[in-house]
């Protein structure tokens, strides 16, 4: 397995991955399964939802058809100022 434990920094400062070629593990190293353990990186860590989603469909759907609507009247005052500052 092909597994990246150190960079290295070029004098142009990239970083470049090296590999770790012997059969040493780095100190402080951990499988991915000992990584998930400990990060606790799993489908059991996820938000559980809660609470009615036709409510908070509700809630941004009035956010948003409050945007829609400020921004079609914006959209007609700047339309009728330009017509009328061109036209006159």
């Not at 012997?22 to 402080?28: D, I, R």
């Amino acid at each position: 397995m092909l597994v990246f434990h150190y960079y290295l920094v070029t004098p142009n400062l990239i970083s470049v991955p090296v590999r770790c070629m012997s059969a040493h593990v780095p100190e402080g190293h951990m499988s991915p399964k000992d990584l998930v353990k400990f990060t606790g990186a799993n489908f059991d860590n996820l938000p559980v939802p809660a609470g009615s989603w036709q409510e908070d469909y509700d809630k941004h759907q009035k956010k948003y058809n409050m945007q829609l609507a400020v921004g079609v009247v914006l959209t007609v005052i700047t339309w009728t100022f330009v017509s009328i500052s061109l036209f006159v």
